[in-house]
């Protein structure tokens, strides 16, 4: 069974600094490409960035970019999300998500999220 | 960049069907997917590209795609299919996802 279990929010305040994990198991995590997305309370979904299965290739939305960095750690079966310069529009709950081998941009696995929350 | 829009929120009488679209700018070349999330829970992939059902999802779930809008269709809808539904596309190397449509099952 796909299991993807987050870690690493909290309490934080503006201009702080929080990384995230993503501990996944029941696949092979080095073949799967991995997104993070958040939810900002009572609002909708937000893509935040994307790794591809070796972690060369990155993608980053504009609300993100430059603050926070992906990565993983594929012996460690593990997905990170370094969050600096953090502001309180950044609070949300952040879930990491898993795509399909075969089609592209679908994610068909989620964790159940971990909850950031900026503030002083 | 990309938007995609959707209602607010759809009602929809039990038993009946409830449609939800999801409107983008020639969204009909694109492959889009469905997720349905309940309260205090992650989301659930319910359709992707276009019309295709994860296993494990009722035939009740069916979606289309053409020209600007594309629509998941719920049938026979029941109590438990009371949830927000979100469509998403890939697009230029970002993942777009819709506002949310509030379904409420009367």
């Known amino acids: 069974e796909v299991q993807l279990v987050e870690s690493g929010g909290g309490l934080v305040q503006p201009g702080g600094s929080l990384r995230l994990s993503c501990a996944a198991s029941g696949f092979t995590f080095s073949s799967y490409e991995m997104n993070w997305v958040r939810q900002a309370p009572g609002k909708g979904l937000e893509w935040v960035s994307y790794?591809?299965?070796?972690?060369?290739?990155?993608y980053y939305a504009d609300s993100v970019k430059g603050r926070f960095t992906i990565s993983r750690d594929n012996a460690k079966n593990s997905l990170y999300l370094q969050m600096n310069s953090l502001r309180a529009e950044d609070t949300a709950v952040y879930y990491c998500?898993?795509?399909?081998?075969?089609?592209?941009?679908?994610?068909?696995?989620w964790g159940q999220g971990t909850l950031v929350t900026v503030s002083s | 960049s990309y938007e995609l829009t959707q209602p607010l929120s759809v009602s929809v009488a039990l038993g009946q069907t409830a449609r939800i679209t999801c409107g983008g700018n020639n969204i009909g070349s694109k492959n889009v997917h469905w997720y349905q999330q309940k309260p205090g829970q992650a989301p659930v992939l319910v359709i992707y590209?276009?019309?295709n059902r994860p296993s494990g999802i009722p035939e009740r779930f069916s979606g289309s795609n053409s020209g600007n809008t594309a629509t998941l269709t719920i049938s026979r809808a029941q109590a438990g299919d009371e949830a927000d539904y979100y469509c998403q596309v890939w697009d230029s190397s970002t993942w777009v996802f819709g506002g949310g449509t509030k379904l409420t099952v009367l």
């Open positions: 590209r276009d019309s």
């Open positions: 998500a898993r795509e399909d081998r075969m089609v592209r941009g679908v994610m068909v696995s």
């Open positions: 790794i591809s299965s070796s972690g060369s290739t990155i």
